[in-house]
């Protein structure tokens, strides 16, 4: 059956960005335009409002700026644009800065790596920028300390080796309170220390205003220190110094990156629903999940360098997503799950459930038409791989259409810093157009905080736990009655200890409830 008239009319191209969005198959009727009709216009009126300066965060009563980050005439008032080309003029002479060797390590040698500190949106888009379009021979090698994780950060510093010398080190942190940074910068301390290596010499942060991490790298005589401002929110801070410096110490233009954003922010800004690929995307998205997002979205990019996009897109549009209420407080639990990998290697992975599996989702599908940028090799007589690759593309979309599986296609030129610019600021635009469109609030994340919290509580407790044990045996029924929490709580707590060498088990029970444990 051939889908050529409906394509014709689902097909939206911006020939000037080297961009098209097909959703022809997605199920979709007609009348879907006519029924969402006034939620659409809200939705514009809304990010017309966001993109002026009105409160579009009213939880935490902020502006919401990240448009303003690749095309500042649109900020609010000429302090804030003169605030933000400042700043990205600052990034950009301090990486030109350090790659001239102008800015030096503490032995007087020129920086070769960096070393970002940072978690969610803070690593998130770095580690985007630097699988997708860092150079191939970059003037400085990156690696990032994203976790908590001790035997992780361990790996890091092991594979930077003798280089740590001559390692740049970004932390980054809009509070500076976040754990897993601060946790993250003090191991990063302890092993410039232990390697003899004066630590402020190496270390710039990217933080808040009178954040704590500010008053540490200021206290400590850190080299520089560049603005996160609260009206950027993590997961869309890529284009702000967070992303920016980063990217321009690995020779990234940085300025094609914020353009390409800027471009696809025009094209979408002033368009029709019909020919607005973001309001088609958000419309698509509440198509298929009914507004209440019982479809998954699986994201397929078919090019190796864009490996993370899904990886990326899941804090975006998960965490802004993903709410409990309403604007209006009624409890409505939204959200879009998003995972996926690259094509084809899905293919040989998860592809036989979408296509003959529960039908709980929907595809995005991810093409870039230049296969690559050297000459083309015949793998067969007349066939490259990248035509191999095309192949799976279109195969894959035409055999999950064929069982009603929906997907929406996605085409960009090449991989590049513009068109990466293109797609991130495509997909935040989507984002906030389906938050309005299903009236929430896309730009805080409480989920998050309570998570943050009950951490927390786990060390205060854990603590506690470490404080009562002695030599003679306790089990955790009794440490829970002695400090009066939970006796499961105190199992994995006291085994926590065990493994790490902050307790001993002493003797092993038939069953969880009979260990137990005394002080190392």
Same mark, same amino acid.
């Given at each position: 059956?051939?889908?050529?008239?409906?394509?014709? $009319?689902?097909?939206?191209r911006y020939p000037d960005l080297g961009f098209s969005i097909d959703i022809s198959r997605m199920g979709h009727d007609d009348e879907l335009f006519t029924r969402m009709a006034d939620k659409v216009e809200r939705a514009?009126?809304?990010?017309?409002?966001?993109?002026?300066?009105?409160?579009?965060?009213?939880?935490? &009563?902020?502006?919401?700026?990240?448009?303003?980050?690749?095309?500042? $005439?649109?900020?609010?008032?000429?302090?804030?644009?003169?605030?933000?080309?400042?700043?990205? +003029?600052?990034?950009?002479?301090?990486?030109?800065?350090?790659?001239?060797?102008?800015?030096?390590?503490? #032995?007087?040698?020129?920086?070769?790596?960096?070393?970002?500190?940072?978690?969610?949106?803070?690593?998130?888009?770095?580690?985007?920028?630097?699988?997708?379009?860092?150079?191939? &021979?970059?003037?400085?090698?990156?690696?990032?300390?994203? #976790?908590?994780?001790?035997?992780?950060?361990?790996?890091?510093?092991?594979?930077?080796?003798?280089?740590?010398?001559?390692?740049?080190?970004?932390?980054?942190?809009?509070?500076?309170?976040? *754990?897993?940074?601060?946790?993250?910068?003090?191991?990063? +301390?302890?092993?410039?220390?232990?390697?003899?290596?004066?630590?402020?010499?190496?270390?710039?942060?990217?933080?808040?205003?009178?954040?704590?991490?500010?008053?540490?790298?200021?206290?400590?005589?850190?080299? !520089?220190?560049?603005?996160?401002?609260?009206?950027?929110?993590?997961?869309?801070?890529?284009?702000?110094?967070?992303?920016?410096?980063?990217?321009?110490?690995?020779?990234?233009?940085?300025?094609?990156?914020?353009?390409?954003?800027?471009?696809?922010?025009?094209?979408?800004?002033?368009?029709?629903?019909?020919?607005?690929?973001?309001?088609?995307?958000?419309?698509?998205?509440?198509?298929?999940?009914?507004?209440?997002?019982?479809?998954?979205?699986?994201?397929?990019?078919?090019?190796?360098?864009?490996?993370?996009?899904?990886?990326?897109?899941?804090?975006?549009?998960?965490?802004?997503?993903?709410? +409990?209420?309403?604007?209006?407080?009624?409890? !409505?639990?939204?959200?879009?799950? !998003?995972?996926? #990998? $690259?094509?084809?290697?899905?293919?040989?992975?998860?592809?036989?459930?979408?296509?003959?599996?529960? &039908? &709980?989702?929907?595809?995005?599908?991810?093409?870039?038409?230049?296969?690559?940028?050297?000459?083309?090799?015949?793998?067969?007589?007349?066939?490259?791989?990248?035509?191999?690759?095309?192949?799976?593309?279109?195969?894959?979309? *035409?055999?999950?259409?064929?069982?009603?599986? +929906?997907?929406?296609?996605?085409?960009? *030129?090449?991989?590049?810093?513009?068109?990466?610019?293109?797609?991130?600021?495509?997909?935040?635009?989507?984002?906030?157009?389906?938050?309005?469109?299903?009236?929430? #609030?896309?730009?805080?994340?409480?989920?998050?905080?309570?998570?943050?919290?009950?951490?927390?509580?786990?060390?205060?407790?854990?603590?506690?736990?470490?404080?009562?044990?002695?030599?003679?045996?306790?089990?955790?029924?009794?440490?829970?009655?002695?400090?009066?929490?939970?006796?499961?709580?105190?199992?994995?707590m006291l085994t926590h200890l065990a493994a790490n060498g902050g307790a001993r088990l002493a003797a092993l029970g038939g069953s969880p409830a009979g260990d137990s444990f005394t002080a190392s």
């Amino acid at each position: 059956m051939s889908h050529w008239d409906r394509f014709q $009319k689902s097909f939206v191209r911006y020939p000037d960005l080297g961009f098209s969005i097909d959703i022809s198959r997605m199920g979709h009727d007609d009348e879907l335009f006519t029924r969402m009709a006034d939620k659409v216009e809200r939705a514009f009126k809304d990010m017309r409002g966001l993109e002026a300066g009105g409160i579009a965060n009213p939880d935490e &009563n902020r502006m919401v700026g990240h448009y303003w980050l690749r095309d500042s $005439k649109l900020a609010p008032d000429a302090a804030l644009k003169q605030e933000i080309d400042d700043t990205l +003029e600052a990034t950009l002479k301090f990486a030109a800065d350090v790659h001239a060797g102008a800015v030096k390590a503490a #032995n007087g040698q020129k920086f070769t790596r960096v070393l970002v500190v940072g978690i969610g949106g803070s690593a998130l888009g770095p580690q985007l920028v630097a699988q997708a379009i860092t150079p191939a &021979n970059p003037p400085m090698a990156i690696s990032f300390f994203d #976790n908590t994780d001790p035997d992780g950060m361990d790996r890091v510093l092991a594979e930077i080796g003798g280089e740590l010398a001559t390692t740049l080190t970004l932390v980054i942190s809009k509070s500076g309170g976040t *754990k897993e940074t601060r946790n993250g910068m003090l191991e990063a +301390e302890a092993a410039y220390k232990k390697a003899g290596i004066d630590f402020a010499k190496h270390a710039v942060a990217v933080t808040g205003a009178g954040s704590e991490l500010e008053k540490h790298a200021i206290s400590q005589g850190w080299r !520089v220190r560049f603005p996160m401002w609260d009206w950027v929110g993590g997961r869309t801070s890529v284009m702000s110094a967070v992303g920016t410096l980063a990217a321009a110490l690995q020779g990234v233009d940085v300025r094609q990156f914020l353009a390409g954003a800027a471009a696809m922010d025009a094209e979408t800004r002033t368009r029709p629903a019909r020919e607005n690929a973001a309001m088609l995307l958000a419309l698509m998205w509440h198509h298929a999940g009914g507004g209440k997002g019982f479809k998954d979205m699986v994201v397929l990019p078919y090019k190796d360098r864009l490996v993370l996009f899904s990886k990326y897109l899941q804090q975006l549009v998960m965490e802004s997503l993903g709410k +409990e209420h309403d604007l209006d407080g009624a409890v !409505v639990n939204q959200g879009i799950a !998003v995972y996926g #990998n $690259k094509g084809s290697t899905d293919q040989h992975a998860y592809v036989q459930q979408l296509r003959d599996g529960v &039908n &709980n989702f929907f595809a995005t599908f991810i093409e870039v038409r230049k296969a690559r940028d050297s000459a083309a090799l015949e793998v067969d007589p007349g066939f490259t791989s990248g035509d191999y690759l095309q192949g799976f593309l279109r195969g894959t979309r *035409k055999a999950l259409a064929d069982k009603g599986r +929906e997907s929406v296609t996605l085409s960009i *030129k090449e991989v590049s810093a513009f068109t990466l610019g293109m797609l991130v600021g495509l997909f935040e635009r989507a984002v906030g157009f389906y938050a309005s469109l299903v009236n929430i #609030n896309a730009y805080h994340q409480p989920g998050v905080e309570a998570g943050k919290k009950a951490a927390t509580d786990f060390l205060r407790q854990l603590a506690q736990v470490r404080g009562v044990l002695t030599g003679c045996g306790m089990t955790a029924g009794e440490v829970a009655v002695k400090l009066g929490i939970d006796a499961e709580d105190a199992f994995h707590m006291l085994t926590h200890l065990a493994a790490n060498g902050g307790a001993r088990l002493a003797a092993l029970g038939g069953s969880p409830a009979g260990d137990s444990f005394t002080a190392s």
